[in-house]
């Protein structure tokens, strides 16, 4: 299983990202995804799930209505635009697959992640 992340960066509050995950070592269409994060000093924390089709999708209370995940399975690609980001988005963000739990969450398998700094 290999999960590579891309696409973080610095922006201001107020912008906008859109990470990527390649994914790659497994049948991507056939696994719930999800994206967790992980804040400086903190714990890993539960984002966002989708599942095989990409019809169904979770969202953590604190980005719902900002982030959006979705997936392209012909590409063995995921994905999360977030909107409108605070300087509490500010972490690492991994592709994950296997979690559960919330805070913290536990993955069975994840990337190396991507850095979002949100900052003025």
Not at 97 to 112: E, F, L, M
């Amino acid at each position: 299983v290999q999960l590579v992340e891309s696409g973080g960066g610095l922006v201001q509050p107020g912008g906008s990202l859109r990470l990527a995950c390649a994914a790659s070592g497994f049948t991507f269409g056939r696994v719930d995804m999800h994206w967790v994060r992980q804040a400086p000093g903190k714990g890993p924390e539960w984002v966002s799930r989708i599942n095989t089709g990409g019809s169904i999708t979770y969202y953590a209370g604190s980005v719902k209505g900002r982030f959006t995940i979705s997936r392209d399975n012909a590409k063995n690609r995921l994905y999360l635009q977030m909107n409108s980001l605070q300087p509490e988005d500010t972490a690492v963000y991994y592709c994950a697959r296997d979690c559960s739990g919330s805070s913290p969450v536990r993955c069975t398998y994840r990337g190396q992640g991507t850095q979002v700094t949100v900052s003025s």
